[in-house]
């Protein structure tokens, strides 16, 4: 069992972790299980490929790309005569090498060319491939909808992980790294954008077709491969001497001005505390349909969810900054630099997430950013929690999908923060600096990071780098102390409690700050933890006042430190650091003595950052559920605030419950300007478990919101309530006339109310083969939880032909749930 630790709460994850979350259930969920994975080796490669020319039509009305690649390829061994390449559900015409047909072969996903003659160490040649083919992964063809008519037929490329042999025969591996020409040919009145610089466009009158020639001068892996076609809209910046594009459909150019508007700052602020300037000749930023994630760093060419364009309404909920930041910073961590393996793939995903929070912080300032740092670390430990643990670098997994997860990011985040705070800012700066000069247009691993923040700092990092991203999960404290009167000593005894196991180490290196009031004097003293349980012996004049361990929480870990109530008084309206001020407004829950609510009042109604207003409502919801008489003073609190404070509110007040409480919520969800707010009103409605809860949430489903936020509330209202009648509503919302995030929520949702009958296991069924992937993924999980007597025959039969990597992975997961006990 965990140590629980106040300090973090579900009001703190950010809004991407928080409609996962169920946010009046205990925090952070428990129920870890084993990682489960198979190991991957790195591949042994023979042969490089230097160069890619890839001529491709793209036919959007067949949904059919007719392609052909020249792979210059360079023999690592002697002798080479066998190029295994990577290449799946190709129709292939023609195979090549210096004119001549050659003898090739398809086996699964691999095509086999024998060359014409041995080649040596060092020999290159090329290999000409025409081919033909109609994806299922690696590029998408997209267009209308039932719910979205009005969009235009489109495609685009997403090769992270391996997908980019779907589309272009290649090597699949993110240490072989090759130069690029795209000729794209796409429909008059389509746009082609590609990485690297347009050297040609052509039109053909006759054909009514647009060829577009992109050519990369500077070398990258094959998952960096990138094409996307549609009618765009350009809008043009600069950043110094770097050109900036980016692409929108017509009439949506206000918002992608908006959305684009702060690239330029970010990469100055990434270049000078990277120590490196932008390494592209120009930067494109791409919104697309139905994009596979927020976001995708290829290379020069970042293609970007079309929900990230927003009209102000729909801003007020969620800000795109940071996804605008974290692609951003891929040009650097990913794609100038490149983890040799995905097993290192925290060096590539943990340093964009931590990049958010370097931007975040020259933009918006240290609270902001620190707030930042807490979401992540909330979003990790949901993962690691309730779900799994596993170390940074894992070298075990079925598919790369899988390790794209909240360690890889949040985590890696964590790490790179703990790192900066280990060595210091100038002495960080220095490491990222030498680290990207030494390695830059090359494969990394976690030694070389090490091995340049060693050489910069002098100092031995080998147990930094073992125990944070070797080993899995982060230390649990439980901290004493005492005041030694005679000696005028502090004793802080800190004991290390996480259990042991083959991830896990009983005893974590923790360098960390203490910082003490004595008299009118504040100090701030380094001490550093290395065994299980060890007691520091700290002389002082006088008793301190107030005891902080590691106020600034730069180290991730789970911590109970008693403390008296002056002190947390004190910390609460003292402390210039704003975690440090919403760890003693959220230790203080514990409280409810009338010295404590009123200055947990005083902290929701003005600290001076948002974020310790927020940690105060959470602590007054609490105290309100044990006392009563302090709904009507906590719903006041609305006035004037931010949306999140708002909505931290509502927590309070849906955690309270009762008649009044709800009289409030009712109030506040058709007045409410932020969804978001509105929707955490509902799901209080719906824990009051009263008479009319399920009629008010029914009520509003006529409303939009952006992604669908309302809607996703209101399921998740649904699934408290476990009222029968929500299945029918939700079978309806899973059809195609509803956009994808409310279907894959009431597929969601299926599963988690419980109720399973013939028409809810039929559709689920169905739903294994539905257009949109994460619909696909919410049916397999939404069958395994209702233990549905026909799951297992569908998912079996369903993965016989599923072609995503992270749906294959949710299916085996399913699989794997309807075999444990109930």
């Not at 927003?310 to 990913?334: F, M, N, R, V």
């Not at 993965?799 to 749906?807: A, C, G, I, S």
């Amino acid at each position: 069992m965990a140590l629980h630790d106040p300090l973090f709460h579900p009001l703190f994850l950010g809004r991407r972790a928080a409609p996962e979350t169920p946010p009046f259930e205990p925090f952070p969920p428990s129920g870890r299980k084993p990682w489960k994975g198979e190991a991957k080796p790195r591949r042994d490669l023979e042969f490089h490929v230097n160069h890619y020319k890839v001529t491709v039509d793209v036919d959007l009305e067949k949904r059919e790309l007719q392609g052909r690649a020249v792979l210059t390829i360079e023999a690592i061994r002697d002798g080479l005569r066998e190029v295994a390449l990577d290449a799946a559900e190709l129709s292939l015409s023609r195979v090549a090498v210096k004119g001549k047909r050659v003898r090739h072969e398809s086996a699964g996903e691999k095509l086999i060319v024998t060359l014409p003659k041995p080649l040596g160490t060092g020999k290159r040649t090329a290999i000409d491939i025409t081919y033909s083919t109609r994806p299922r992964k690696g590029f998408f063809f997209v267009g209308p909808t039932e719910a979205e008519t009005d969009r235009h037929a489109a495609g685009w490329s997403q090769g992270q992980a391996d997908d980019t042999h779907w589309w272009i025969p290649c090597l699949e591996s993110t240490e072989s790294r090759a130069t690029l020409e795209m000729i794209a040919t796409v429909p008059q009145g389509y746009r082609a954008i590609g990485n690297g610089k347009l050297v040609q466009r052509r039109k053909n009158a006759r054909r009514r077709s647009v060829t577009y020639h992109w050519r990369q001068e500077t070398t990258h892996p094959a998952y960096l491969i990138s094409l996307v076609v549609g009618k765009f809209v350009e809008l043009k910046d600069s950043a110094g001497h770097v050109p900036l594009h980016g692409y929108v459909q017509r009439g949506r150019e206000a918002e992608g001005r908006e959305l684009f508007k702060k690239t330029p700052a970010m990469i100055a602020a990434f270049s000078k505390v990277f120590g490196y300037p932008y390494p592209y000749p120009k930067y494109a930023q791409s919104t697309v349909f139905d994009f596979t994630f927020g976001g995708m760093e290829n290379t020069g060419a970042t293609t970007l969810t079309v929900r990230a364009l927003q009209t102000p309404e729909e801003a007020i909920d969620q800000t795109y900054e940071t996804l605008i930041s974290h692609e951003l910073a891929h040009q650097w961590w990913g794609d100038l630099v490149t983890c040799r393996d995905w097993s290192e793939g925290w060096l590539n995903e943990g340093f964009a997430t931590y990049s958010e929070v370097v931007f975040w912080e020259a933009e918006h300032g240290r609270d902001e950013a620190d707030f930042a740092r807490l979401e992540q670390m909330c979003s990790y430990l949901v993962e690691d929690n309730g779900d799994y643990r596993r170390p940074l670098v894992e070298t075990a997994y079925r598919y790369p999908s899988e390790i794209f997860d909240r360690h890889l990011y949040e985590k890696g985040a964590c790490v790179v923060h703990m790192l900066r705070a280990t060595l210091g800012d100038a002495v960080w700066r220095r490491g990222l600096k030498r680290y990207l000069e030494r390695h830059a247009f090359g494969g990394v691993e976690t030694g070389d990071l090490r091995r340049a923040c060693e050489e910069v700092s002098g100092r031995n990092l080998t147990w930094f780098f073992d125990q944070w991203a070797y080993q899995g999960g982060h230390p649990e404290l439980k901290v004493a102390r005492e005041w030694d009167q005679n000696a005028k000593a502090l004793l802080l005894t800190i004991e290390q409690v996480q259990d042991q196991d083959s991830v896990t180490p009983a005893a974590f290196q923790i360098p960390m700050v203490l910082e003490l009031k004595v008299g009118d004097r504040r100090l701030r003293l380094p001490i550093e933890v290395k065994q299980r349980k060890e007691t520091i012996r700290i002389p002082l004049p006088t008793r301190p006042r107030y005891v902080a361990l590691d106020p600034e929480h730069d180290v991730m870990k789970l911590m109970e430190f008693p403390r008296s109530d002056e002190e947390l008084l004190y910390g609460l309206q003292e402390s210039s650091f704003s975690l440090e001020r919403i760890r003693c407004a959220r230790e203080l829950a514990s409280r409810g003595d009338p010295p404590a609510v009123e200055a947990l009042f005083r902290a929701a109604r003005g600290d001076r950052f948002w974020g310790v207003r927020v940690a105060a409502l959470a602590s007054l919801g609490e105290i309100g559920a044990r006392r009563p008489g302090m709904t009507d003073r906590i719903a006041e609190l609305c006035k004037g605030q931010k949306p999140r404070v708002r909505r931290a509110v509502a927590w309070a007040l849906g955690r309270i419950g009762g008649e009044d409480a709800v009289k409030h919520l009712r109030k506040m969800v058709p007045t409410e300007s932020s969804k978001f707010t509105a929707g955490m009103a509902l799901i209080g409605i719906a824990r009051s478990k009263r008479e009319e809860a399920f009629d008010l949430l029914r009520a509003e489903l006529v409303r939009e919101s952006h992604r669908d936020i309302l809607r996703q509330h209101i399921f998740d209202g649904f699934v408290i309530l476990k009222d029968s009648r929500a299945v029918p509503i939700l079978l309806d919302y899973t059809r195609p006339e509803y956009k994808n995030e409310a279907r894959e929520a009431a597929a969601k949702a299926l599963g988690k109310v419980g109720i399973l009958d013939e028409r809810v296991e039929s559709r689920l069924i169905e739903l294994l083969r539905d257009p949109w992937f994460r619909v696909r993924s919410a049916a397999a999980r939404s069958l395994a939880k209702l233990k549905a007597p026909r799951a297992e025959a569908a998912l079996r039969e369903a993965l016989q032909t599923e072609p995503m990597d992270t749906v294959q992975s949710a299916f085996e997961g399913a699989l794997d749930e309807l075999k444990a006990p109930r």
